[in-house]
């Protein structure tokens, strides 16, 4: 079982920045496959970025590679999520994700335990 909290959502302005954390309870953490999602209001729950267990995979959506950095530190348990020259279309609730399973990472069936999701808005 792991128990997922975001943290560092906020108001920017375009063209800012803003850096997402995800606390993660249990001792397992670093046998987890990390994702970020976002959903903005209407729309489905979007990929952003992924990371293997040992930091040595990442993907990103094409949407915000280039822009966003997906990092971990398994001794604290955390992953986070830097997003710099934010446009008002990143506006939604992200999400951090975590998965064992070995499947497609940018598919939200594939993780089994969510967070409560952070608001980040962007405003143009």
Known sequence: QVQLVESGGGLVQAGGSLRLSCAASGRT???YVMGWFRQ?????????AAISWNG?????????KGRFTISRDNAKN???LQMNSLKPADTAVYYCAATTLFAPVQRPPTYDYWGQ????TVSS
């Open 78 to 80: 955390t992953v986070s």
């Open 56 to 64: 040595r995979s990442i993907y990103y959506a094409d949407s915000v």
């Open 40 to 48: 903005a209001p209407g729309k489905e729950r979007e990929f952003v």
């Open 117 to 120: 999701g952070t608001q980040v």
């Open 29 to 31: 953490f670093s046998s």
